[in-house]
């Protein structure tokens, strides 16, 4: 009669472990996706800024601007872009806000005060030497 009892507790234990293991695998599949997520979101989050700060860089482009010696900016209130013009080094600076990705470009200054972007000029970092020549306020 024990012999018939003991049957059953090996298959019962094996049940268990496939759940165990199963649970385990949902586990670290949910994990493996959060993970997933999170880096959609900031890629998705760096995309939009880009983009912002592209437009931004082309809005500015087709503004005008005067010579002067230090950065001047303006400021497009609707899709709060800002373009900044260093006439001196010949640099326009875009953004689209405070703490967004920037952009630079190399441009020339016609005597109209528009800018004409030069060929291959498009920039992701500051290309000026010097801690916090770039930045603007």
Request: glycine share 8%; with cysteine; net charge negative.
């Given at each position: 009669m024990q012999l018939a009892s003991q049957r059953g507790s090996g298959s019962l234990i094996m049940v268990i472990m496939i759940l165990l293991m199963g649970t385990l695998?949902?586990?670290a599949t949910r994990r493996q996706l959060e993970d997933?997520?999170?880096l959609v979101a900031d890629e998705r989050h760096y995309f939009e800024q880009l983009t912002a700060?592209?437009?931004s860089?082309?809005?500015g482009e087709r503004l005008r601007w005067l010579t002067a010696d230090e950065w001047q900016c303006q400021h497009h209130a609707e899709f709060n872009w800002r373009a900044c013009f260093q006439p001196v080094q010949r640099l326009l600076r875009a953004d689209s806000g405070p703490d967004t990705l920037t952009l630079y470009r190399w441009v020339n200054l016609l005597p109209n005060?528009?800018?004409k972007p030069q060929p291959?000029?498009?920039l992701d970092f500051?290309?000026?030497n010097g801690g916090g020549i770039c930045?603007?306020?």
């Open positions: 695998m949902l586990n997933s997520m999170s700060a592209t437009s860089l082309h809005w005060g528009a800018l291959h000029g498009w500051c290309p000026l930045d603007v306020e």
